[in-house]
């Protein structure tokens, strides 16, 4: 039997990378690795995947709304994480799926999300694998109130039989 690695075991807040591409097309993809890394000024460490149209457009553009996900946003995993923005227009799902989205910082978010940070990336795009490490400077934030208890951790994804 395959033991995890050590960081594989501890949970992790789940976000949601909301993009558009310079050709307007938008989309948004499930980040499990994000971080904040400075107070001032505010910074946050951003693992993007490689080849996904979120991680093409965060390049291209350098901006990005990076959404904290809460407990009743799990089941989109599979559309958030698993299905490209090439093949599927995410937003039309959303919306079939009874999700609103709502217009923040110029980009679609979940209208939902526990969190929305508008980040701007900083310096260069850093290869690491399978996925390309972006550091961002948070340009404004909106936190929704809400319980704490309410937040998505990659504990509740593997619970849920998705990771």
Not at 27 to 47: D, E
Not at 79 to 103: I, N
Not at 132 to 159: F, N, P, Q
């Amino acid at each position: 039997m395959a033991v995890a690695q050590p960081d594989a075991r501890v949970s992790r807040p789940v976000y949601a990378m909301a993009s558009r591409g310079l050709d307007g097309r938008a989309t948004m993809n499930v980040v499990t690795f994000a971080a904040p890394v400075a107070i001032q000024p505010r910074t946050y460490a951003v693992g993007l995947y490689v080849d996904t149209l979120t991680w093409d457009n965060v390049r291209r553009t350098r901006k990005g709304a990076l959404q904290l996900l809460r407990k009743r946003h799990a089941e989109l995993l599979p559309l958030l994480g698993k299905q490209s923005g090439r093949d599927v227009d995410k937003y039309a799902e959303l919306e079939a799926r009874g999700f609103a989205t709502k217009e923040t910082y110029g980009l679609q978010v979940l209208a939902d999300s526990y969190a929305v940070l508008d980040l701007q990336v900083v310096g260069d795009v850093l290869p690491c694998g399978d996925h390309d490490l972006a550091i961002c400077r948070v340009l404004h934030e909106t936190w929704i109130s809400g319980d704490e208890e309410d937040v998505l951790y990659t504990k509740d994804l593997k619970m849920a039989g998705y990771l």
